[in-house]
């Protein structure tokens, strides 16, 4: 009969030990989590909050509705523009990057002194600072004296002016972004290495054919790594700025003019910033959307090991 | 035996056409400014003798001196010209990127202790928003982030590019509770009956044993910030603030591109010290972006 409230009393101060761990595992991470508040969530809110304005920075925001949205949706052709740029520009550019990085990976997976070596060159230009390699870039695509026409007109092709001619630049930068699969290809390199050679074996055993090994075994194993690099190039390429910011300018005549240039532009040029955050948040929406449709469709095929 | 050769065949291409890009970057800088605009392939000058305007070869030690002098007068050129400050510009790009990898390798190293030592509710829910946070689109925050740094007076200053460090950064968080996850809990235990405190157990023991990855972390860190271009473009707005990445940018455009070997000059300037850091650490570093696509 005693029992009862020595049980409660037993709960309540378990409840309290409870408390107390998850207060201090809170003061813990305090640090992430003051800068998720100021750093993160803040900003995005009030961006939020902003696209909902007529903002310039120099007078308070005034609340115009849906006003922004409903004028890039239905006036905005630059909006149109750089929309579609970029979609281009990710289309071109992720499935060429993830090509080139599982060849090379399938090429430098084996732990020999010269693919170690290999490794680290492809790997270097990934650190190389996007500025630098935006003008290093420009100087390599140079129409009268880069590489590339050196290098061209030495074989007898034509010479074309990369960055200065609208048919050329979004190629230009397409060609740029395949110098920097360094990391994706270090990641399939790491996924390669997990595959338990005992597949391989059994199936050799079993007589199936190289080319087959590689579609059922390869494949489905290194898939989380494919799954992983597809999603951090979307959301890289979807908001490419640096670079082409350096090169072109957007030029030229729109050529290469990006989503997110754009968003600067209305930001910082234009001191737009409430019509900036609805760009802005079309984007962010933008980038989830086609990533929750790229997990839904490839979700099945992706194959994790338990 | 004829794989082999194919196969190295193929691995001399890839890494030629890889350096290609940084070798023709700097063999640019070497051109002195009369012949830098040149449409031949060659990687090195062609130097011709005052005496006789007869090509030097090289075989020469008169050609290498010629050289030597050419890069000496071209760097030299760039970090003392008037269009662009390239010492501030240097000091600045230190300054920074060392604040920013000393902050967020002792604030993660914190962080991660715990969301990975310590047991509490909600830990693994609140670490799924960390992981979350890696998604978000840096466009998002440009113009409310530069509003927050607006309010705190830190436009024009180099405080916005460093302090955020201070607070963790979700991929550095997350390859640190990796590295930490894999130190055998009975450590903590035994630590904690020798009446060691938590924030004992993270100093004597967690950290010196995670020295890997906190190198790691601290060396992305560096690179990442000496890298960084938006960051400065949209923060700072005067040149004596200005960083490499920023004021690289700025000297090229002001120059317009005519004298490509000093641009280039100027470009190998901005790069070379990353590349010391990928010379002395290449490993950990391509171990340590490898592994943030393993796993979970």
New interface residues.
Partial sequence: MTDAPRSANAARRARAV?RA??L?????????L???A???L???V??LI?SFTDYS?LEPPVYVGLENYRDIMTKDATFGRALRNTLVYAAASIPLCTLLSIA?AL??ERDTR??R????????????????????????L?G??G?FN??L??IGLPRPDWLGNPRWAMTSLVIMSL?TV??AT??Y???LR?VPTTLYEAAAIDGITRLGRAWHITLPLISP?IL??TVIAL?GS??V??AP??MTRGGPDFATYF??MY??AN??TYAR?GY??AL??I??LL??MI?AAFFASVRRRVHYRV | MRLTALRGLLLSLVAAAFCLPLVWMLATSLRPTETALQRSLAILPTIRSDADSGELSWFEARYWLTVAATLRDNFAAVWTSPLADFPIYFKNSLYVSLLSAIGMTLSSAIVAFGFSRLRWRGRDGLFRVLLATMMIPFAVLMAPTYLVFKQLGWIGTLVPLWAPCWFGGAFSIFLVRQFYMTIPRELDEAAMLDGCSNWGILWRMIIPLSRPVLTVVALLQFVHSWNDFVGPLIFLNHEETYTLALGLAMFQSSHGGTPWNLVMAADVIVILPVIVVFMLAQRALIEGVASGGLKE
């Fill in positions: 409870e761990a998850t201090r595992g809170l003061l813990w991470i305090g640090p992430w003051v800068g998720f100021v750093f993160l803040y900003p995005i009030m961006s902003y920075i090379l090429l430098l010269g693919a070596a290999v490794r680290a060159v492809v790997f270097l230009p990934t650190l190389v600072p996007v500025s630098a390699a935006a003008i290093g870039w420009m100087w390599l140079n009268d004296f590489l050196a290098a007109s030495a110098w360094g990391g270090v990641i390199v790491a996924a997990d790594a992983f690099n959301i979807l908001q700025f640096a910011y350096v989503y997110t968003v600067y930001a910082f910033m900036a955050s802005a948040w984007q962010f980038i989830l990533t």
